[in-house]
């Protein structure tokens, strides 16, 4: 984590927090490209490079502006989009299309079209229909696409019930019912049109312990077992998903090597018992890669003292730049950038700008004395943050900012009044 003090300052990634609050106003999302490397580097070191024919698909809804979609790209990772949007994206920064992996619940005809004429390396069927409409498309361009099936291992796991998705009731993926996925997994093998690769599973986000990937996977091997038996057909791709949890308050990120070695231990045991032909095995994280390189800066404006009840210290942006506080309580912490040293005598409320009073930021949190014009720091705001930004309240979108060892470049320029307005009829 790039994070220090310096005269009473926050400085993140070697730049002064309060001079890029000057410079580039506020809100602002500050990344630290040091800490996304870090954190590639340490899925080099060990996943891609302990384990042979591994990928790493950054999951591209956490966080994809065009300088990250190039930042993953000249990393050598693979990418994981959910949308045209995301596609369209990563195929703008030039992202090898074989790298591109294509996941979500109701992909659209003209997505998967786009997808087939890139020829994006696989697409994760995520219901019976799609791979219908899947062959279809190829049929029409003359092109045949991998395809893994994203299967619901129907495990539960501890995280907040909007982010799990790995449970028999959701809305993702197709459920473990050997007569609906065998039919399938059939049709895909005979289809001329695409060539079934691999099996995938998510069991949802901000996973902090282990068990739910690895009593997934178990569900998955039996599969990988019983289509070996019925088709003679060998799984050639697992992608376990992503998921893994990051620190925001107190939580202990867990290394990369606490999924994963467990993970590939199990794989490796599994085939080799059954001498099967080992498969290469995927993962998708995002959060874990770019939740804690990033920080929000605000400056603090209103402070509204309840007596006896909370003192309210407002700053200028809210659930329209983070919207997870309000969605799904999602906790943080922060600092008064400009007074990161002082001692902390109040316990606040740090709230938003948008007409809701659910727009809390961050509830009962000590800080050093609240002052107008203060720089306000929230930590480990990279994931899912600016890539959930709205409009709400016709309030504008902020800049990004890439900072690396003391120097700062402008990535997303800042939403203006004109943007705003420029799909409007006027
Ligand atoms: N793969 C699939 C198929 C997914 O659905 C997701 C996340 C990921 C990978 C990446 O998961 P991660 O490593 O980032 O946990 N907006 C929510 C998170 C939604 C995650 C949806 N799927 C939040 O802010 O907590």
Do not use: W
Not at 38 to 55: A, I, Q, V
Not at 248 to 258: A, G, H, I, M
Not at 295 to 303: A, K, P, W
């Amino acid at each position: 984590m790039f994070r220090e003090v310096r005269d009473n300052t926050l400085y993140f990634d070697g730049c002064n927090t309060v001079e890029l609050a000057r410079k580039y106003g506020t809100p602002l999302y500050v990344y630290s490209e040091r800490d996304i490397i870090g954190r590639f580097n340490e899925l080099k070191t060990c996943f891609l490079e302990k384990y042979p024919c591994t990928r790493v698909a950054y999951a591209a809804k956490a966080f994809f502006p065009v300088a990250m979609a190039k930042l993953v790209a000249r990393e050598g990772m693979c990418v994981d989009v959910v949308s045209g949007g995301e596609l369209y994206t990563a195929i703008k920064a030039g992202f090898p299309a074989e790298k591109i992996e294509f996941n979500g619940n109701n992909k659209q005809r003209a997505e998967i079209t786009m997808a087939v004429e890139y020829g994006i390396g696989r697409i994760i069927v995520d219901s019976l229909q799609e791979l219908t409409l899947i062959e279809d498309v190829c049929r029409e361009k003359g092109k045949k696409m991998k395809i893994l099936f994203r299967i619901t291992p129907g495990v539960k796991s501890s995280s907040h019930d909007y982010i799990v998705t790995g449970k028999k009731d959701s809305k993702f993926g197709i459920p473990l019912d050997d007569e609906v996925i065998l039919p399938q997994v059939k049709a895909a093998i005979d289809s001329e049109f695409v060539e079934f690769y691999g099996l995938h599973f998510h069991v949802g986000s901000q996973i902090l312990n282990n068990d739910s990937h690895l009593q997934a996977l178990d569900v998955m091997l039996d599969l990988v077992t019983k289509i070996k038996v019925e088709f003679d057909c060998d799984v050639k791709e697992l992608n376990v998903g992503g998921g893994f949890g990051v620190t925001y308050v107190e939580e202990k990120r867990p290394p990369f090597s606490y999924y994963l070695d467990p993970i590939m231990k199990k794989i490796d045991n599994y085939y080799d018992e059954k001498n099967l032909q080992r498969p290469n095995v995927v993962i998708e994280p995002g959060r874990s890669i770019i939740a804690e390189a990033g920080i929000s800066l605000y400056t603090i404006g209103s402070i509204k003292d309840i007596k006896d009840i909370r003192k309210y210290v407002s700053v200028d942006g809210g659930m329209t730049d983070n919207i997870r506080p309000a969605l799904y309580q999602a906790e943080y912490t922060g600092l008064i950038a400009n007074k990161a040293n002082e001692e902390k005598t109040e316990t606040v409320t740090i709230c938003g700008k948008c007409c809701e009073s659910g727009d809390i930021l961050i509830k009962d949190l000590k800080i050093a004395h609240p002052e107008r014009e203060d720089i306000f720091a929230i930590f480990s705001t990279g994931a899912y943050g600016y890539s959930m930004a709205s409009n709400y309240n016709k309030n504008l979108i902020p800049a990004v900012v890439m900072v690396s060892k003391g120097e700062d470049r402008l990535i997303v320029k800042p939403q203006t009044y004109e943007d705003l307005l420029r799909n409007e009829i006027i």
